[in-house]
């Protein structure tokens, strides 16, 4: 039986009363079958080991981790959600493609919201929560600098959910959090390289500044600008793929495939 160890942040949900609960992504995966699983599906994925567009053989997963096909049935489903797989009956499960015109879309709609969440955050923020933000940062830091991307990403996504949930806004957490699946994919073109983590990192620095400042519109300025660059960089990402013939396609035939 493979064994996996799974280190993630823990994520703070906040009720609309501004009561909130705590729960362990980590300690919940980590004691499920079906989330190691996925944890591994994810980790073939995000490395490139299965490819854009390639099904996903379900036995072959399930004979490599020595588990039955059921937690691979349902870790797929799960990772569906998220927008790593795509299904289509009678045919199976298959590795999602990335399209720059869904990057572009994403990319777009991600700054309005993120910047839209510091420039409520900057006038509010507190001591604590600013002491937060500078430990995701450093953890950031420290991943950044080996190139574990598997560190960063988890760390990445809560530092953002953060300053989204911190705001107290219930309706803009309600319609971030819709979205952050969509985003996955995307940022993981993007940030796949020990360069590309560093700079984004320096960007939640001057984030987290300019948040500290207490300044709203340069709250909005710095994190509309840190998810335009990552645009920037997932969009270039996706033209290398486009080029070396990877997978990524130009346009949006690949969703009409996809539903075929």
């Given at each position: ?166 705001t107290g806004n219930s309706r803009l957490i309600k319609l971030y959090r819709g979205c952050v699946k969509e985003f996955h994919l995307f940022r ?30 340069l709250g909005y300025d710095t994190s509309f600008s840190h998810v335009s660059k990552g645009k920037e960089r997932v969009l270039l990402s996706l ?13 949006r035939r690949e969703v009409a495939d996809r539903s075929a």
């Amino acid at each position: 039986m493979l064994t996996f160890v799974i280190r993630q942040p823990t994520l703070h949900f906040m009720e609309t009363d501004h009561n909130s609960a705590t729960v362990s992504l980590a300690d919940f995966r980590a004691n499920t079958l079906t989330g190691v699983v996925q944890h591994e599906i994810e980790r073939m994925i995000l490395s490139g080991e299965l490819k854009p567009g390639q099904r996903l053989n379900e036995k072959a997963i399930a004979d490599k981790l020595s588990v039955s096909r059921g937690p691979v049935r349902e870790a797929c489903r799960t990772l569906a959600e998220l927008g790593l797989v795509y299904l289509i009956p009678q045919r199976g499960v298959f590795i999602q493609r990335v399209t720059r015109d869904d990057a572009i879309e994403v990319y777009d709609l991600r700054a309005g919201l993120t910047a839209l969440a510091a420039s409520l955050l900057a006038p509010i923020l507190t001591q604590e929560m600013a002491n937060q933000l500078d430990t995701y940062v450093d953890e950031m830091q420290e991943a950044a600098e080996k190139g574990d991307f598997s560190r960063f990403d988890p760390l990445n996504l809560e530092l953002h959910d953060y300053i989204v949930r911190s705001t107290g806004n219930s309706r803009l957490i309600k319609l971030y959090r819709g979205c952050v699946k969509e985003f996955h994919l995307f940022r993981v073109h993007g940030l796949v390289q020990r360069g590309a983590l560093l700079q984004s990192n320096e960007e939640h620095r001057e984030i987290v500044n300019a948040l500290k400042s207490g300044n709203a519109s340069l709250g909005y300025d710095t994190s509309f600008s840190h998810v335009s660059k990552g645009k920037e960089r997932v969009l270039l990402s996706l033209d290398e793929l486009a080029k070396s013939g990877a997978g990524a396609g130009s346009d949006r035939r690949e969703v009409a495939d996809r539903s075929a």
